[in-house]
């Protein structure tokens, strides 16, 4: 199962040249399955990739009571990766203070804010998310019924304001694969506390993707396969073999 993931991991990185040499990467490290099957893709691609890199894990600690991210430390420490945990105010700040009815927007937007802060502190110079395939897919419908317009995130974005890269190497990794590693390795996978996880516009599409594939099945290939093929701004390949 790894060695799958790995296989789509090293052909996305190598399709956007995602990793330069002597890259230092911080990987956004929430505790979910993605996140934490990124992490392992990483660490263990590190050892062999020809092109050297430097890898970090960090954890946003959002302020919810009772959360526990010792076991993250601990898979951290046996794959030889250095884990930081950021302690922020994200949860009193979305749902004690502002009381935000739609909070998921305005709560990526501040993690990832706070995730960049956290990379360049630590000297990193990319930052790696754990979006996957599905995501991609999700995001694409998403801003098709909500916007009206054919957009997604980019595979390689570069924030120049923070000169920082942000970099999503599992994108061409299918969620059920990514569910099938946590489940079989195991992964110290921790539940997301967050009274809006299940109920937003996202899971809602999510079902919907899911539906839809099943009575036509390979539709989220195509649809993926579609922003590549037009391509969206920022999906064009550079295809960079090593």
């Known amino acids: 199962m790894l060695q799958k993931v790995l296989s789509f991991t090293r052909r996305c990185i190598e399709d956007y040249d995602m990793i330069a040499p002597n890259d230092r990467i911080a990987a956004g490290v929430s505790g979910g399955k993605d996140s934490l ?17 430097e890898l970090e894990a960090v954890t946003l600690d959002m302020g919810f009571e009772g959360m526990d991210f010792s076991p993250i430390t601990v898979l951290c420490d046996e794959l030889g990766i250095h884990h930081t945990v950021i302690k922020t105010q994200l949860k009193e700040i979305i749902f004690d203070v502002r009381r935000e009815e739609n909070p998921c927007s305005l709560c990526a937007k501040m993690r990832r804010g706070a995730l960049h802060d956290a990379a360049i502190s630590i ?17 694409l419908m998403l801003s098709l019924f909500y916007e009206g317009r054919i957009g997604c ?17 599992m994108l061409y990794t299918p969620e059920r694969l990514i569910r099938s590693l946590a489940n079989g390795y195991p992964l110290p996978v921790i539940k997301n506390p967050c009274p809006a996880d299940g109920n937003s516009k996202r899971q809602k599409m999510k079902d919907l993707v899911k539906m839809l594939d099943k009575q036509n099945p390979g539709l989220r290939e195509r649809l993926f396969g579609a922003m590549q093929r037009l391509p969206l701004e920022g999906w064009e390949k550079t295809d960079i073999r090593r």
Request: glycine letters at 4%.
């Open 37 to 53: 099957t990124m992490l392992l893709a990483l660490a263990n691609l590190k050892r062999f990739y020809p092109v050297p890199f």
């Open 153 to 169: 995130f980019r595979p390689v974005t570069y924030l120049d304001r923070k000169n920082i890269t942000l970099i999503r190497p």
């Open 123 to 139: 000297g990193c110079n990319k930052c790696a998310l754990g979006h996957h395939h599905d995501d991609a897919v999700e995001t």
